[in-house]
């Protein structure tokens, strides 16, 4: 009989718990700040785009958003017009507040 396949993939997702860091959406900050003036407002395919999110998977990428949007580092936007969401950047400082 064969062992059973582990469902676990080889890359773990970044976690979502409050508390918790982030590695993929810690890299996915520094790289908009070092990238990008604070206010830049990023769409989805800008972030992708990054060479950050393993894959490009939107899971990932979703994940670390809203990581980043729980820090208060992000903060959402709706784009009415186009439709679709993005997401600005938010200093360190400017979060703490």
């Known amino acids: 009989m064969a062992a059973p396949?582990?469902?676990?993939?080889a890359t773990p997702a970044p976690s979502s718990r409050p508390g918790q860091k982030d590695i993929v959406g810690d890299a996915l900050y520094n790289w908009c700040r070092e990238n990008h003036d604070f206010g830049h407002v990023f769409n989805q395919t800008e972030l992708l785009s990054a060479g950050i999110i393993p894959n490009q998977d939107l899971t990932v990428l979703l994940t670390a958003a809203t990581y980043l949007v729980n820090k208060r580092l992000f903060k959402l936007h709706d784009f009415k017009a186009g439709g679709g969401i993005g997401w600005e950047l938010v200093s360190q400082e400017r979060a703490a507040k």
């Open 5 to 9: 396949r582990s469902s676990a993939s």
